[in-house]
């Protein structure tokens, strides 16, 4: 009887925080298939059987060139339109150049210190500039 108070209070917060990630994430971004699980996302809806190409371009005839999935916890954005494709990589080239943050890069990768965990910015533009003169130089690859 002691915890029933916090009990509702828990499930109450639960449910408030449930309902304003659900508003967040339902405004200003492409459409969503239906069925997602918590964890999972839509893995359950891509089969094994059938080619991961053929799923996608059966889900881009139901809600259009863009949309997004859920792969586990991510949303991914799936473009299926080679116009749509070619305005990301050239209109809006430097919004997708970056990598999603990750915990595992951020504590194993020295706080993004790496090239291949670095987010795209000032420090990955340094970083791989060193590397390709110093790594990928003639004198360098000469010596392999």
């Known amino acids: 009887m002691v915890l029933l108070p916090y009990l509702l209070a828990i499930i109450s917060g639960l449910l408030a925080l449930f309902l304003l990630y659900k508003r967040r994430s339902k405004s200003k971004s492409p459409p969503e298939p239906a069925g997602a699980w918590p964890v999972i996302g839509h893995l359950l809806q891509l089969s094994p059987k059938i080619s991961l190409a053929r799923t996608l371009g059966a889900m881009a005839d139901n809600y259009?060139?863009?949309?997004?999935?859920?792969?586990?916890?991510?949303?991914?954005?799936?473009?299926?339109?080679?116009?749509?494709?070619?305005?990301?990589?050239t209109t809006n080239d430097k919004t997708f150049s970056s990598r999603p943050p990750s915990s595992f890069h951020e504590h194993i990768g020295y706080n993004y210190a790496a090239l291949g965990s670095a987010p795209y910015g000032p420090y990955w533009l340094e970083i791989r500039k060193i590397v390709v003169h110093e790594l990928l130089s003639n004198r360098s690859l000469e010596r392999l």
């Open 64 to 89: 259009g060139p863009v949309f997004t999935i859920r792969l586990g916890m991510r949303r991914t954005l799936v473009v299926s339109n080679w116009e749509t494709v070619k305005e990301c990589f």
